[in-house]
């Protein structure tokens, strides 16, 4: 995750591409229970920015995520899924929030083209959803799981978590058993 971005717009192609990826992912029932809001440039970043109640930088640990030309504001749809898993074709039952589930999908991929194209990102919480979902017309019952900021990384400060080491893989795969 990138905490700090250049200053530096994203090409529109590059855009469209790694949110075309995101929107071809699974979705139970081919609900497709999930839209992105995506703001581009100062002016609609600064609208979410101040909408969440992040606008302050001063109190911010890495005011750099705020140089991100680009935000995605992924949104689940409940309501899709009552209506879709209510077909005759579906009789199962809701057990798991899939809308959750299929716009963290899309939320993955997103963030993995964003990978391939040589980008950088961070996903995290939106601080006022109820805001956020009123400056930018979003219609009820469309919930954000979080924001994703993306933009080209400034490596002049980074995180003390990437000192970390991952977990080696045989303490995390388990074969047959636990």
Known sequence: MVRDFEVRPIEAGVVDRILASSLCCPSAGFTQGYDLLVLEGTEETGRFWTASGSADTSRQRWPGIRNAPVLVVPFSDEAAYRRRFAEPDKTAELSVPWWLVDTAFSTMILLL??????????????????????????????????????????????????????????????????
Do not use: C, Q, T
Not at 129 to 137: M, T
Not at 138 to 149: C, K, L, M, S
Not at 154 to 160: I, L, Q, V
């Open 113 to 178: 083209a964003v990978v391939d194209a040589d980008l950088g990102a961070i996903f995290f919480r939106v601080n006022d959803p109820v805001r956020v979902r009123r400056e930018f017309g979003v219609p009820d019952g469309h919930d954000p799981i979080g924001a994703i900021a993306i933009g080209y990384p400034n490596d002049a400060r980074p995180s003390a978590s990437a000192a970390r080491r991952r977990r080696p893989f045989d303490d995390m795969v388990h074969r047959g058993r636990w």
